[in-house]
C-alpha cells in the first residue's frame, strides 16, 4: 500500500484563525479523501478531491470553510477556516487502493481554543 | 443517501472467545464493505473487505460475511488476543463513487 504522511501532526491554534494540513503520497494516485474524526467519533467524509478538477464536498462541507487543493497525483492539503472550537477534530486523508479500499494518513489532531 | 448502523457500540469479551460485529447499510447500490482497525491514536487501518458478489470471507482469525437480501454485514474474530482491543468501524461504499459512508464504530475490550 501507499505511504502516506500529513503535516502537521499536530496543531493548537487560536479561534478565527485558519490552518492547512497537507498530505503526500508516495506514488500517483487518482482519488485523495479527506475526513474529520470529532473526538471519539466515526468518519465523516468532507470532500473528495481530484487532480485536475475541483473537490466534490459532502452534505453539510463547503468550500469556504474547507477549501482543499490537488496540484497533482501526489498531494493535497485541506484548510479549515475561521476556526472555531467545534472544529476540533482529527482530519485524516486518504487514498485510493489498487481496488476499492482505502488507505488511511497518520491524521492531524486539531485542537482550537 | 446511504445510512450505516453498526452494533455493538462497546464489546468485551475474554481472550480466546470469539467477537462479532454487526453492520447495516440502507442503499442497495452498495457494493464494498470494509472492515478497519483503530488503535489509540492510530490511524485506521484496513484488515479485511468483502464485495457484493461474495458472501464470506476469511482471513486467518478474521471473517466477514454478507447479506445483501437482508442488507447486513458482519465481522467475526476468533480466538481473541488482547491485542485486538481497539475501535472498528465498518463502511459501505458505491464503487461507482468511491465514497465511503462509516458506522459508528465498536470498542472492543479483549479481556486476558
Known amino acids: 500500500s501507499a505511504v502516506i504522511s500529513q503535516k502537521p501532526s499536530r496543531d493548537i491554534c487560536q479561534r478565527g484563525t485558519s490552518l492547512t494540513i497537507q498530505c503526500q503520497v508516495d506514488s500517483q494516485v487518482t482519488m485523495m479523501f479527506w475526513y474529520r474524526q470529532q473526538p471519539g467519533q466515526s468518519l465523516t467524509l468532507i470532500a473528495t478531491?481530484?487532480?485536475?478538477?475541483?473537490?466534490?464536498?459532502e452534505s453539510g462541507f463547503v468550500i469556504d470553510k474547507f477549501p482543499i487543493s490537488r496540484p497533482n497525483l501526489t498531494f493535497s492539503t485541506l484548510t479549515v477556516s475561521n476556526m472555531s472550537p467545534e472544529d476540533s477534530s482529527i482530519y485524516l486523508c486518504?487514498?485510493?487502493?489498487?481496488?476499492?479500499?482505502?488507505?488511511f494518513g497518520p491524521g492531524t489532531r486539531l485542537t482550537v481554543l | 443517501g446511504e445510512n450505516v448502523e453498526q452494533h455493538p457500540s462497546t464489546l468485551s469479551v475474554q481472550e480466546g472467545d470469539s467477537a462479532v460485529i454487526k453492520c447495516t447499510y440502507s442503499?442497495?447500490?452498495?457494493?464494498?464493505f470494509p472492515w478497519y482497525k483503530q488503535e489509540l491514536g492510530k490511524r485506521p487501518q484496513l484488515i479485511i473487505d468483502?464485495?457484493?458478489?461474495?458472501g464470506e470471507k476469511k482471513d486467518q482469525r478474521i471473517a466477514v460475511t454478507l447479506n445483501k437480501t437482508a442488507k447486513h454485514f458482519s465481522l467475526h474474530i476468533t480466538e481473541t488476543q488482547p491485542e485486538d482491543s481497539a475501535v472498528y468501524f465498518c463502511?459501505?461504499?458505491?464503487?461507482?463513487?468511491?465514497?465511503?459512508?462509516f458506522g459508528t464504530g465498536t470498542r472492543l475490550k479483549v479481556l486476558a
Open positions: 468483502i464485495r457484493s458478489n461474495v
Open positions: 486518504s487514498v485510493e487502493g489498487r481496488g476499492d479500499e482505502q488507505f
Open positions: 478531491a481530484n487532480q485536475g478538477s475541483e473537490a466534490t464536498y
Open positions: 463502511a459501505a461504499s458505491d464503487r461507482g463513487t468511491y465514497k465511503y459512508i
Open positions: 442503499d442497495s447500490a452498495s457494493n464494498y
